[in-house]
Structure formats: C-alpha cells, structure tokens
C-alpha cells in the first residue's frame, strides 16, 4: 500500500517557472526522501530530509518538512525541459521499508 | 559498474513459465531491495536483504514469488507460473547502509506476461 500521496497527480508548465509538488503522509517518519523518474527508466534519489529537520536546499531543489501536518513540499526553480519526470516521495517510519507515494507527473513546456 | 544492473531489461513470458529476473548492486552495498511498480503508480515493495540475508519479505504478493542473495552481493527475484497480473516494472535498489537510507536504483525488468 502507498503510504504517501502526491499533489497534484500531474503539472504542465512553462520552462523558465518554479514547480511545486506535495506530498502528504499517514505515520510519522523518520526521514522523508524524494525521487524522480524518467520515462522508462529507475529512480534517481535527489533529496533525504529527516523528521527534525524543516528544509533543505540541494542546487535548484527546495525540500520543506511540516511534521505537524505530515506534509513536505518540493519546489524546483527556474525549470528546465529535462527537469520534465515523475517526482515520488517516500518515507522511513521507525525500522520499516522506505514506502513510496504514487507520483506527481511533471511537464515542463519548452 | 558504477550503478546497480538489472537484466534482462525486458522480459515476455507465456502464462504459466517461471522466470527468474537479477540484480547487480554496487559494489559494497550492504543493503538491497526489490520493489514492484505497475504502470503510473508508485514502486511497491517486494522484500529486503542485508547482505545474504533476507530480513523482510512481507511485500512478496504469494508464494509464487522468491528473492535469493545467496553470497550476499547479486540477487535473483524468481517468480513461478506467472499469472497476468504479474505484468509490471521489477526495480532493484541498494544502499550503503540500512533500509533508511537514501537508494540507488537500477533500471528495473519489464515484465509482459501474455
């Protein structure tokens, strides 16, 4: 079962703008990570956030945390066309197996 | 290699035949992971080693589906009589370190059963 959910299930925009996705959770974690997917292809890890922390930056990637809410965002600035993948989050809750979300598609419109 | 390997990258079984899907890790990686993912969804998992052995295997969907990782390094995910359902990309993953740690995936298997 998807312990995260993603939000929105897709995103078109135009390269050149910010995208942002969310991702909602039932348990709590002990650290969040989020993945993308090229078509066809494995995940790539991009970002590993832990349940003290409430954000962090990596290149053009922003990862924040509301514990409280159970919620994490990502937000990706100045798009580019191959930012263009499915983004996953997922999450660790105490020894158990990282458990994905079902994705958000995003389409970065050159 | 630098990255994990799958092979073979694309596999089309006949209902019923056994098929036997593997997976090279990094060097060194300790952990490793298979996980199933249908088409638009997100990876589920399937089972977990930390080196040869197998410690979680909770998400295999029957006894129809084993894993093995017999020297601790490459693993084989083997699944008998293979129903339609079973269709779906098979994605490997390893880690340095334990199972919350961040995951490096290989290409994954597609799996086509007609």
């Known amino acids: 079962s998807q312990q995260g959910e993603e939000d929105p299930q897709a995103l078109s925009i135009q390269e050149g703008e910010n995208a942002t996705m969310n991702c909602s959770y039932k348990t709590s974690i002990n650290n969040l990570q989020w993945y993308r997917q090229n078509s066809g292809r494995g995940l790539v890890h991009l970002i590993l956030?832990?349940?003290?922390?409430r954000e962090k930056h990596s290149g053009r990637l922003r990862v924040t945390l509301d514990t409280s809410k159970k919620s994490s965002s990502l937000l990706i600035t100045a798009s580019r066309a191959a930012d263009t993948a499915s983004y996953f989050c997922?999450?660790?809750?105490?020894?158990?197996?990282?458990?994905f979300g079902t994705g958000t598609r995003l389409t970065i419109i050159p | 290699g630098a990255g994990v390997s799958q092979s073979p990258r694309y596999k089309v079984a006949k209902r019923g035949q056994d098929v036997a899907l593997r997976c090279d890790p990094i060097s060194g990686h300790v952990s490793l992971f298979w996980y199933q993912q249908a088409l638009g969804q997100g990876p589920e998992f399937l089972t977990y080693f930390q080196n040869e052995a197998q410690l979680d295997k909770s998400g295999l969907p029957s006894d129809r589906f084993f894993a093995e990782r017999p020297e601790g390094s490459v693993s084989t995910l083997k699944i008998q009589r293979t129903q339609q359902e079973d269709s779906a990309v098979y994605l490997c993953a390893s880690s340095f370190g334990g199972r919350k740690e961040k995951l490096f995936f290989g290409s994954g298997t597609q799996l086509s059963v007609l």
């Open positions: 997922a999450t660790v809750f105490g020894n158990e197996k990282l458990t």
């Open positions: 956030i832990r349940s003290n922390e």
